[in-house]
């Protein structure tokens, strides 16, 4: 049975041109390591960019933090090949993601960023929460530490 239902959270997927953006706040250093080391260890599929050019992710992610001033870093997760998830080393005090909503149309695809939110909330033991673009004090939906789920935050 899925978290949430398509239909209760459908209007916020509408393709309107604006990403929505996940966060995991009042990260560190060792949170974003967990969250490199988890999208490896699942076997998604990713692509590390530097200045919009594919090259190796460092087995370290300090390393990106101190390239950072010099260099544009980005990394493309594919949890399934239908739904892009990018990312942004923009401050280690936030981990920031985000996912067009055409890409997550229906039941299945909402269940896979259902799946994202709870597999990097659990391995970080933080809440993920999903907002409109560049609105983080907006939470859509999100993945609740004590529950072990991914809850509607807005009230219907």
Not at 120 to 128: D, I, N, S, Y
């Amino acid at each position: 049975m899925p978290e949430l239902k398509w239909d209760d959270v459908a209007e916020w997927f509408v393709p309107d041109g604006s990403l929505l953006d996940a966060y995991v706040f009042d990260t560190t250093v060792a949170d974003w390591q967990a969250f490199v080391d988890l999208v490896r260890s699942r076997g998604w599929w990713f692509d590390y960019q530097e200045d919009n050019r594919s090259t190796r992710l460092p087995g370290r992610v300090e390393v990106v933090f101190e390239r950072r001033p010099a260099v544009s870093a980005s990394l493309r997760i594919r949890p399934v090949p239908q739904v892009w998830v990018n990312v942004h080393f923009f401050t280690v005090e936030e981990i920031e993601v985000d996912f067009s909503p055409d890409e997550v149309q229906g039941q299945e695809r909402l269940d896979v960023v259902c799946g994202f939110l709870r597999a990097v909330g659990r391995r970080l033991g933080k809440p993920m929460v999903l907002t409109p673009e560049s609105l983080p004090d907006r939470p859509l939906i999100g993945y609740d530490v004590a529950s072990d789920h991914v809850v509607r935050l807005q009230p219907l």
